[in-house]
């Protein structure tokens, strides 16, 4: 790969207190991408705080899932720390940036999970391994993903969620449109406009059901505009 990819977890879960999580009263968890997802991503890497640029509507997306008492991660592949492009000084000052700006807007991301290997290093972190995910269902003391949602812009975001249990989602910005064209592994998985399109959909309800069967990357709730949504984050 040549940029940093990030997920996001996401535990739709009443909380009781603070940013712990008070399982299985909505009986569903939500999982997404960082690049591409809550901020812009970039070929060239996301290197330091000034590069990273948020989605306004994501940011106040994971407010609205707070707010109604849901749990949000984010598990993140950076490899450019492998590569040199940045260290982890860098890293923790984009992700302080992240955090804040969610704070600001009334919301909270419960955990950070990231890779800092590259491609060739064989770690167990890397996406599509779903290793940042059980680091994540560690760290909430989370005992399954059963009902949870990945949701990314790749292919490798996709199959880490479900190869640890979650149900995935892609959305149209980021590399979104480019995965949704080359149309691999997609099957059963729900295509969205973007995290708000998503948030949405399962404030509104419509997500409690299951996938359908029919053709890769399409269900019975997929968005009917979302191969020209990426720019609809704005």
């Known amino acids: 790969d040549n940029s940093n990819e990030s997920s996001f977890e996401f535990h739709p879960q009443r909380i009781s207190s603070g940013e712990q999580v008070s399982l299985e009263a909505h009986g569903v968890r ?3 991408v960082r690049d591409g997802v809550i901020n812009e991503d970039s070929d060239a890497f996301v290197k330091n705080a000034e590069e990273w640029i948020e989605y306004p509507t994501s940011i106040q997306a994971i407010a609205r899932l707070t707010r109604a008492g849901y749990t949000v991660a984010v598990a993140t592949n950076q490899s450019g720390i492998a590569r040199g492009h940045f260290g982890h000084r860098e890293l923790d000052q984009m992700h302080t940036k992240m955090m804040q700006l969610v704070k600001e807007a009334g919301g909270d991301i419960a955990h950070i999970a990231y890779c800092p290997h590259g491609p ?21 003391k989370i005992p399954d993903f059963e009902g949870a949602w990945m949701l990314g812009d790749s292919r490798r975001d996709l199959i880490a969620g479900q190869k640890a249990g979650c149900r ?4 149209m910005t980021g590399k979104g449109q480019k995965t949704l064209a080359d149309g691999e592994g997609l099957k059963d998985v729900l295509v969205v406009a973007n995290l708000a399109d ?37």
Do not use: W
């Open 30 to 32: 939500r999982l997404y």
């Open 120 to 140: 060739d290093d064989g770690c167990d972190c890397r996406k599509p391994e779903p290793g940042l995910l059980h680091q994540i269902q560690d760290a909430l």
């Open 168 to 171: 995935a989602a892609l959305v």
């Open 198 to 234: 998503f948030t949405n959909r399962l404030l509104d309800g419509e997500l409690n059901h299951p996938m359908s069967d029919g053709e890769p990357g399409k269900s019975q709730r997929r968005c009917v505009s979302c191969e020209a949504a990426a720019e609809s984050y704005l």
